[in-house]
């Protein structure tokens, strides 16, 4: 069973601070998404990263995957309370889709 | 862009009674589409693959007598949680793959609240 570990669970920041949000596994991915969810709504897909190593920006938030396509980041730089939601990240093998546990970011104003 | 619609965005129902979830694909065809279970403050549980003109994959420990799925269309999945119990509270979502292939688009979610 592949498992990604999400990693803090939580986190409350004030408004300005930046921020990073890890995802690891021991297992290969071929493509690694990272997803925000707001409560009673589906996941809504941010960024996905294919290449090892590879680093996508998407105005304040970096993405990275890593050399070995086993682990990703996250890092928000300059949060903004709009930024507070459920962050995912999931990864591919074939079809299937495996999520991590989450990370529950609030941005306190 | 690829659009996915869930419906009913929520429903209330009795212990005992069926209730049907409907997830479309509005603007792509989608031969697969996979339904996903989420309790509060939790990640997203694969529950089964649901695949156009044939059967659905459930993953382990999921009962396929009780989540009935079929997936007569190429834009239309259904799931339905047959003799519904309070254990089966929970928020529902399906995805399907994006045409781009580079992620999923996910459907709004259903909360079914059985009573």
């Known amino acids: 069973t592949q498992l990604l570990e999400q990693s803090p669970q939580f986190l409350s920041i004030q408004e300005g601070e930046n921020l990073t949000v890890y995802c690891n596994s021991s297992?290969?991915?071929?493509?690694l998404q990272w997803y925000r969810q707001e409560p009673g709504e589906g996941p809504v897909l941010l960024v996905t990263?294919?290449?090892?190593?590879e680093v996508k920006k998407l105005k304040r938030l970096t993405f990275q995957f890593g050399d070995a396509r086993k682990d990703s980041s996250l890092h928000i730089t300059a949060a903004q309370t709009g930024d507070t939601g459920l962050y995912l990240c999931?990864?591919?093998?074939?079809?299937?889709?495996?999520f991590g546990e989450g990370t529950q970011l609030t941005v306190n104003p | 862009g690829a659009v996915v619609s869930q419906h009913p965005s929520w429903v209330i129902c009795k212990s005992g009674t069926s209730v049907k979830i409907e997830c479309r694909s509005l603007?792509?065809?989608?031969?697969?589409m996979f339904w996903y279970r989420q309790f509060p403050k939790q990640s997203l549980m694969l529950m089964a693959t649901?695949?156009?003109?044939?059967?659905?994959?459930?993953e382990q420990g999921v009962e396929k007598d009780k989540f009935l799925i079929n997936h007569a269309s190429l834009t239309l999945s259904t799931l339905t949680v047959t003799s519904a119990h309070p254990e089966d509270s929970s928020f529902y979502i399906c995805?399907?793959?994006?045409?781009?292939?580079?992620?999923?688009?996910f459907g709004s979610g259903t909360r079914l609240t059985v009573v």
């Open positions: 297992s290969v991915f071929s493509s």
């Open positions: 990263v294919v290449t090892g190593g």
């Open positions: 999931a990864g591919t093998s074939g079809s299937r889709l495996t």
């Open positions: 649901s695949n156009e003109g044939s059967k659905a994959t459930y």
């Open positions: 603007d792509f065809q989608a031969t697969t």
């Open positions: 995805s399907a793959p994006s045409q781009a292939f580079d992620g999923y688009t």
